[in-house]
């Protein structure tokens, strides 16, 4: 490549930026569907942060405002800086989130992908974990309210069943879509936030010292204090505070970026408040005899008045519900793009609404629903959650700098901004990142598991991608006319259909996969009155329908490009026949005549059959060990992900499944040698006997069934008269040697 091409491939590209406009109705969605993790941070982190120190009785004024500046300014500088002011510079057509970067900088070194599928499965493995944290924290807060008292006291198992209930009725609900769901969730999230800084802002008044916590120096000051009894790992219950930032990042393309401009800093106003209210609240109290006889006590809750904690704690289930909200709709987009990107199988997608970021995964669905039960039985409490959070995340952020660094050097080319970027959030995620790992123990290790098995699935679908396209071979559909109009008109073959429909991934106006051809011709001659070959494409307008057509000069081969915008049902046997009567109309295809019908006027149209084409591996693939055992499992993972005929609506139409090898190097098979059959002259037949080593319960079980049936195969059916079923004894053949010469003797 020439220094000219490479700058230009470097250069970045003008994108077409959001579709979704700033209005006060979508800032209402961006509360509801965007900011519930980090929204609900304030239940969980100061609980955290004080449990991991000692407990209350260890807390004084340095720690609790050396945390809160720690809260305060990992806030600002990962969230507001890093994210908001940043990295959503960096959007692919309004699309964000660690694959949409990654789109954007692939070109850049090969290298990159790493990092990037990596950070794509840490966030997929965090967001399991969000929701059954949030809600399940949520709901602990009955204990703070005497009616929640008497209700679930100290029997976990009626948390845990009120949390899994909830979550279903979440998980039912994500067919409907984010725009109706953040409509439902933005009034309950704007109450939320309005609460958070409310009952912060009344807090604070018992301690106005809190406010010292917004010198940056308070904070490195308690990191390196030895009152910091957690030492460097305090920041591992800090982190919390920022958890929902990747999500925010990723949930870009379902509310469009200047609805998040408009309405981060009232999110981060209310969310340090209510921080700095907890803080105070702790330090008027830290001496109370009740509060230091708990053994999990939690801020956010005990400050409250009693006759507020209802109301609170109904709020902050809504919430807690809404926080899992943005983790299930981040990851619809993360999948999205990883299908877009060839890093995980295609999947069935659908766009409740009229805006193309906002989509429903339904395999997504069903597998982060179960995961989260898992979750929640396996952890049963908030507390033992809290160990686990985090941990992925902080993976994910390390990931998303490295491929932000090379976006800005590369693409922006301000090399000097990105060096100092990725030294300065290299260094203080990777400080995260580590000081999270004393979770591990004590359940990080969930999420690293999940993150590792998300991971080798993108690594073996990537591989074995790759693996596919060394055999991959485009062939010009005019070489193989002369074939095809020969097979149409031999009679030695039966008509498979009227119409012979291929579904193909090629979109090239004038070739077609090698596999497509072999199957018409080789694997067994198909003989069809008209070929078809159609590839759907999805264009980015909600409501396209449009097609264009091939005929190489023929009235009988025909390759469609079928472009439909994201919100139209892919019904494409529905679309075809309407193209093949657009086309009889016009006179380029005859009429297909039909001789038998239900109807008094036949259309012009035959019938269709729709051959759906697997790769298959055969034991003779020269492949190696690991790439062939790659290959065994990617198409395990496609068998899992759903059939091409469920895509587009063809559940109900003619379908030929076939399964065609995948066109590798084939091993040398080993030449045999011929030899003579062994001589069989004068053998008497033997009953075939089970071996020793054959013998078990099974055979055992069926020995007299066997017995009775060779005894009945001996009588009535073998051979008739003449057959000797039973095995000849040695007295057998004297007996038969006096017959036969007591025979000759009286012939004589």
Not at 572 to 591: C, P, S, T, W, Y
Request: net charge neutral; with cysteine; hydrophobic share 45%.
């Amino acid at each position: 490549m020439s220094t000219k091409s490479g700058a230009a491939a470097r250069t970045p590209q003008k994108r077409s930026s959001s579709t979704i406009p700033l209005s006060m109705g979508m800032i209402l969605v961006t509360l509801g569907v965007v900011y519930g993790d980090i929204g609900t941070s304030p239940m969980y982190t100061i609980k955290a942060i004080i449990s991991g120190n000692g407990g209350l009785a260890t807390i004084d004024d340095d720690v609790i405002i050396g945390a809160l500046s720690l809260i305060i300014w990992t806030i600002t500088l990962i969230t507001t800086v890093k994210y908001v002011l940043i990295a959503m510079k960096a959007d692919n057509k309004g699309e964000g989130g660690i694959f949409a970067l990654y789109s954007l900088v692939r070109r850049c070194a090969k290298w990159l992908i790493i990092p990037a599928m990596i950070g794509g499965a840490a966030l997929l493995a965090d967001g399991i974990l969000t929701p059954a944290v949030t809600v399940t924290t949520a709901i602990e807060g009955l204990r703070t309210i005497e009616l929640g008292r008497q209700l679930i006291g100290d029997n976990q198992h009626i948390v845990v069943g009120i949390t899994i209930i909830i979550l279903c009725i979440l998980f039912v609900i994500q067919r409907a879509g984010t725009s109706s769901i953040g409509k439902l969730f933005g009034p309950v999230m704007t109450i939320w936030f309005l609460f958070l800084g409310f009952t912060g802002l009344l807090n604070m008044g018992a301690d106005l010292n809190v406010l010292r916590a917004l010198n940056p120096l308070r904070a490195v000051t308690f990191l390196f204090s030895n009152k910091n009894a957690a030492g460097m790992m305090v920041l591992g219950n800090v982190f919390l505070c920022t958890t929902g930032a990747e999500a925010l990042y990723s949930d870009m393309g379902h509310v469009g970026k200047a609805n998040i401009y408009a309405s981060w800093p009232f999110v981060k106003c209310c969310l340090i408040l209510n921080y700095l209210g907890q803080g105070a609240w702790v330090l008027a109290n830290r001496t109370d005899p009740t509060l230091l006889a708990m053994t999990d006590m939690n801020p956010f809750f005990e400050m409250l008045p009693e006759v507020w904690r209802p109301f609170a704690v109904i709020l902050s289930t809504f919430a807690a519900i809404i926080a899992s909200q943005a983790l299930i709709t981040g990851s619809y987009s993360i999948v999205s793009e990883a299908i877009r990107l060839n890093l995980l199988p295609h999947m069935k997608i659908t766009y409740p609404s009229e805006t193309k970021g906002q989509l429903y995964i339904p395999l997504v669905n069903n597998i982060m629903w179960i995961a989260c039960i898992f979750v929640v039985l396996l952890f049963q409490t908030s507390s033992h959650m809290e160990a686990a959070y985090g941990l992925a995340i902080t993976l994910t952020m390390l990931m998303t700098t490295i491929l932000l660094y090379t976006y800005l050097s590369q693409m922006c080319h301000k090399r000097v901004g990105a060096v100092v970027f990725l030294a300065f959030f290299g260094v203080l995620e990777s400080t995260f990142f580590f000081s999270s790992l004393t979770k591990f123990m004590h359940g990080g290790y969930f999420t690293v598991l999940m993150a590792t098995l998300i991971f080798l699935v993108m690594f073996i679908w990537r591989r074995g991608t790759a693996i596919e396209r060394t055999q991959s071979v485009y062939l010009p559909v005019k070489d193989y006319i002369g074939q095809l109009a020969e097979l149409r008109d031999d009679p030695a073959y039966n008509y498979t259909a009227d119409n012979l429909v291929f579904l193909t991934n090629d979109s090239s106006p004038d070739k077609l996969d090698r596999d497509i051809l072999y199957s018409i011709l080789d694997k067994r001659p198909k003989r069809a009155r008209a070929y078809w070959f159609l590839n759907v494409t999805v264009t980015d307008e909600p409501n396209t329908l449009e097609y264009s057509v091939n005929s190489f000069g023929t009235d009988f081969i025909f390759k469609v490009q079928l472009r439909l915008g994201f919100r139209v049902n892919q019904r494409v046997n529905a679309f075809l026949r309407q193209i093949v009567g657009d086309l009889v109309q016009n006179h380029e295809l005859a009429k297909q005549d039909h001789h038998y019908s239900i109807y008094k006027n036949p259309g012009a149209v035959g019938d269709f059959r729709f051959c759906i084409l697997h790769k298959a591996l055969a034991p003779e693939t020269a492949l190696s060990g690991s790439d062939y055992h790659v290959m065994m499992m990617k198409y395990a993972i496609r068998h899992v992900c759903g059939s091409p005929a469920r895509w587009y609506g063809l559940e109900t139409s003619s379908i030929i499944y076939e399964y065609v090898p995948l066109f590798t190097r084939a091993k040398a098979a080993p030449t045999l040698k011929r030899i003579a059959p062994p001589d069989t002259t004068g053998t008497a037949p033997k009953m075939a006997k089970i071996d020793e080593d054959d013998e078990d319960i099974f055979s055992d079980s069926v020995a007299d069934e066997t017995s009775n049936m060779a005894a009945i195969t001996e009588e009535a059916v073998i051979g008739g008269d003449t057959a000797v079923f039973r095995p000849l004894s040695d007295e057998d053949i004297e007996e038969e040697e006096e017959t036969e010469n007591a025979e000759s003797a009286d012939k004589k």
